[in-house]
């Protein structure tokens, strides 16, 4: 661990011309999926710590990686307020989603999962072949429409596996087989496709698009879109198998018709293809989620005078590394020399390479053997055990 840049006496002693010091700790974890929003973290981890020690300074800056929640994390900063827009969901259903506005600079915060999700779906209405990232580009339409200057969406979640070809549809773009019809939405009608058409008008132009994504798989391949991700899409084996054709011809089409190639990029395979898609059509810059989170709240200046920084998130195993909040949240805390601890719902497999990125320990909030019901029940008071017991043994 690098040493602290701002060595201070030791909490709570005072001597001649020296104040007793407050401990410090800043919180940034994650959420919890289907259990805890990140806010819902922070206040849990905060009651611990009071516990033990009732005087700290505690900052929290719940977090997100361009995975669900990342909307929510945007709405609790500065001045930006929530919008609604009437769209479409995965399967073409009429609901509504959410964005976040900031006015004065006019930015949009898109997270697409709430037009495109999988919780959007039950179980056995999953089906990649046809769910459609198109209400997520009706959200960017009215963004566009509002006059937005810059627009930051984020792509975990989705539910889908079409390239983004539904979201480009929204915009204007056709998708043509080989005798001109346009192709019907979903991953598994991009083997026939032929022809991409761009919109003559173009409006996004000029407009700054960051894509925050949570992952780094590339479009195709073992490691890609459709064999990773595929699965918990809905897609059986052989339909994993048809999904990647798809993609493979819809990169050769990008490549011929936008002069694009994209299918190697980290990240171009989030989403089922969606990153690959937004760069492709709207000339979109991918960039890991927990970076641009990082950047929006601050992140690092309130770390700087920071003793302690707490993170966690639901499981802690490889994928950790992956561009996922902790080791993001990590990495800065290292770049400070500030200690940093995981507290998660589970901690599994090979996770110690997280010590060379910053990681100070690595803590499992079960007490014991559990039930995921009944982890989910017990997750305040179990966070709120486990700061306690971390501080404690910093204080």
């Known amino acids: 661990m690098p040493e602290q840049k701002h060595p201070r006496p030791p909490f709570g002693t005072q001597g001649e011309g020296v104040q007793a010091l407050s401990m410090h700790i800043v919180l940034a974890p994650d959420s919890f999926k289907e259990c805890l929003s990140a806010q819902g973290v922070c206040d849990s981890l905060t009651r611990g710590i009071r516990r033990a020690v009732p005087d700290a300074i ?32 995965p399967l073409g259903r009429s609901i509504r989603a959410r964005y976040a506005w900031e006015p004065a600079a006019r930015e949009a915060f898109i997270e697409t999962a709430t037009a495109c999700g999988l919780e959007l779906l039950s179980v056995d209405e999953r089906n990649p072949l046809r769910t459609t990232t198109f209400g997520a580009g009706q959200i960017f339409a009215q963004a566009i429409a509002d006059g937005a200057q810059s627009v930051f969406l984020t792509i975990g979640g989705s539910a889908t596996n079409d390239g983004g070809t539904g979201f480009a549809r929204a915009m204007g773009y056709r998708f043509l087989d080989a005798s001109g019809k346009d192709l019907p939405e979903g991953g598994g009608a991009l083997q026939k496709l032929a022809k991409i058409v761009s919109p003559a008008e173009q409006p996004w132009k000029g407009c700054h698009i960051v894509i925050a994504c949570d992952v780094d798989n590339p479009l195709l391949g073992a490691n890609g879109a459709a064999a990773i991700f595929g699965p918990q899409k809905g897609a059986s084996p052989e339909e994993v198998v048809q999904l990647d054709a798809g993609l493979a011809n819809f990169a050769d089409c990008l490549a011929r018709d936008l002069d694009w190639d994209s299918r190697d990029t980290p990240g171009a395979g989030a989403a089922g293809g969606l990153g690959s898609g937004l760069m492709a059509f709207f000339g979109g810059r991918l960039l890991p989620g927990v970076e641009v989170m990082i950047d929006a709240i601050q992140l690092e200046d309130k770390i700087t005078e920071a003793d302690l920084v707490i993170t966690g998130e639901g499981r802690t195993d490889g994928q950790t590394l992956r561009g996922k909040v902790c080791a993001g949240v990590a990495k800065t805390a290292a770049a400070h020399g500030v200690p940093c601890v995981i507290l998660s719902g589970a901690v599994d497999g090979d996770f110690r390479q997280l010590y060379s990125q910053g990681v100070t320990a690595v803590f499992s909030i079960s007490p014991g053997p559990r039930t995921l019901t009944e982890a989910y029940a017990a997750a305040e008071d179990d966070l709120a055990a486990a700061a306690e017991n971390v501080v404690r043994l910093v204080e």
């Open 58 to 89: 505690v900052t929290t800056a719940p977090m997100a990686d361009g995975g669900d929640g990342t909307l929510d994390a945007f709405l609790t900063l500065g001045s930006n307020e929530e919008r609604t827009v009437a769209v479409t969901d």
